[in-house]
């Protein structure tokens, strides 16, 4: 400021001083007058070019100010620098946030006080069917629409979360997502969902477990203790006990065999996946494999099946060997139950054209309709329960299979034909199989 108005005197002092040399107070005063507004033109031309400058924000073309005016436009550069930066990490917090908020396995959905969309990712954009763009603006009761939403909205309440059917419903498969509102800001909400489909199905699952489970180990209970029964209140001949003891015997193997399954299975599901360190001849597991289905076939089935080993290359494969049995051997047992005495059940090993290698059995049986074969490794999922039951099986030895296969890297595959028989197969990754040449 002192610069300033020292620059001010000494031009007003010059002016008048040329005045002065005229000759006359007037002429000074005058001068003095003149130099004054030569001043302020030459200051308001720098305040100008400094407020145009602001206008523009621009860092290209900067006046050259010096003086308060120059003093002024540095100090503002600065500040505008400042408050840019604070923009820039502005704009990338929230950049970062809202891609947090996109990346959630939560549906995030903001409302205003018209409870209009105004911003949502996309987990909420495929939980409730709309378009994130598209539908900005919108109010959400035109988008979402389900008596019980509406009543939801209607009633204000929402301490407690609903659920409504999702979009794109299948009969066998519904779609259900839950959905809770929060208010927020100024008379703003936020609308939270989820897909909670899964942990419905396993719910339902788990009801059903305990359900089979319990079915499935009463029935042989209840002839047990039938028989218990009989045998303490009447006197028998030695006959009949036999034949009693017999029958309770085949109840209680029957609920060793459930038991084993269900270890088995509780073993899959908590055991680390196999590596692919371990080396295994599959030549000498379908051996064993057939052995144990010819002494089965021997036990339920007058004439035997025809159980024959198709040849195939010389393979190993990386897992565990108990598992890889138990799986061939669920196979092959369930193609003996399943098909009349004395059909014929084929199995062997192969290699497919991508290096994978598959195991399959070919049965001779009645086949299964198409409508069963996604459900077939479903836990106690039976085609035919009278038909599992008469031939003592327990509903899990698919589910068994399916485990191990998928712990392998592989996948269960059913073809079937009504009428003519079905071919079961598991598939491993070429990363699971080589060829040994010999």
Known sequence: MIGRAFGLMLLVAAAGAWGWTRGSVT????????????????????????????????DIHIPRLSGLWGELLERTRKRFRTLEQKAHGSDER?????????????????????????????????????????DLGQYVRNLVRHPSFNAYMDAGDFGAEIEVDGPGQRPTQPRKISLQIHAYG?????????????????????RDFVANVSHEIRTPLTVLSGFVETMQSLPLEEADRQRFLGLMSQ??????????????????????????????????????????????????????HRIEVVPGPALEVAGNRSELLSAMSNLLS???????????????????????????????????????????????????????????????????????????????????????????IIALPVTRVRATGS
């Open 186 to 206: 100024d008379q703003r909400q936020l609308m939270l969902t989820r897909d909670v489909t899964a942990v419905q199905l396993a719910d339902s699952m788990r």
């Open 94 to 134: 929230l950049e970062d946030f809202l891609a947090a908020i996109q990346a959630s396995p939560n549906g995030v959905v903001l409302l205003d006080s018209m409870a209009r969309i105004e911003w949502c990712n996309l987990t909420a954009a495929q939980h409730l069917g709309i378009d994130p763009q598209r």
């Open 251 to 304: 109840q209680a193997q029957r609920m060793q065999t459930l038991v084993n399954d269900l270890l088995t299975l509780s073993r899959l599901e908590g055991s680390p996946v196999p590596g692919t360190g371990e080396w295994v001849d599959v030549s000498e597991l379908l051996r064993q494999a057939v052995l144990e289905a010819q002494g089965l076939s021997a036990v339920i089935a007058d004439p035997v």
């Open 27 to 58: 002429w000074t005063l005058a001068g003095a007058g003149l130099g004054a507004m030569l001043w302020l033109a030459w200051d308001s031309v720098r305040a100008a070019q400094l407020l145009r400058w602001l206008s523009r924000a621009d």
């Open 334 to 424: 369930n193609a003996v139950r399943y098909t009349p005495p004395g059909g014929r059940i084929r199995a062997g090993w192969r290699l497919v054209d991508d290096g994978a290698g598959e195991f399959f059995v070919e049965d001779t049986g009645p086949g299964i309709e198409a409508e069963h074969l996604p459900r077939l490794t479903e836990r106690f999922y039976r085609v035919d329960r009278s038909r599992s039951r008469e031939t003592g099986g327990t509903g899990l030895g698919l589910a068994i299979v399916k485990h191990v296969a998928q712990r392998h890297g592989g996948q269960v595959v059913v073809h079937s034909t009504v009428g003519r028989g079905s071919t079961f």
